[in-house]
């Protein structure tokens, strides 16, 4: 099995930034993406972005594509997420998910963490 831990979320006042971070442990852990998702009240859960684990190529969403950086590191297995010039529809609970394969299923989860964007 594979446990993933995300730290990082909290208040931030628009314009601002955050930076995630998701921890991952477990003697399974051997992903093809890590990803970032996130969830808005009453919306789908939505895909953030992603690294491609062997390399550390990141892809990203849209909508906060120029404005986001996703990294890891394959020593510590870690992958964080950086978003800078935060909006209001930026509130969402954002969740790391690893996938292990090429197929785009992901297979295990983090529990979530909450970023709250303030004007």
């Known amino acids: 099995q594979v446990q993933l831990e995300e730290s990082g979320g909290g208040l931030v006042q628009v314009g601002g930034s955050l930076r995630l971070s998701c921890a991952a442990s477990?003697?399974?852990?051997?992903?093809?993406?890590m990803a970032w998702f996130r969830q808005a009240p009453g919306k789908e859960r939505e895909f953030v972005g992603g690294?491609?684990?062997?390399?550390?190529?990141?892809y990203y969403t849209d909508s906060v594509k120029g404005r986001s950086t996703i990294s890891r590191d394959n020593v510590k297995n870690t992958m964080t997420l950086q978003m800078n010039s935060l909006k209001p529809e930026d509130t969402a609970v954002y969740c790391c998910?690893?996938?292990?394969?090429?197929?785009?299923?992901?297979?295990?989860w983090g529990q979530g963490t909450q970023v709250t964007v303030f004007s």
């Open positions: 998910a690893v996938r292990t394969s090429v197929t785009n299923v992901y297979d295990y």
């Open positions: 690294v491609y684990w062997s390399d550390g190529r990141p």
């Open positions: 477990g003697r399974a852990f051997s992903p093809y993406v």
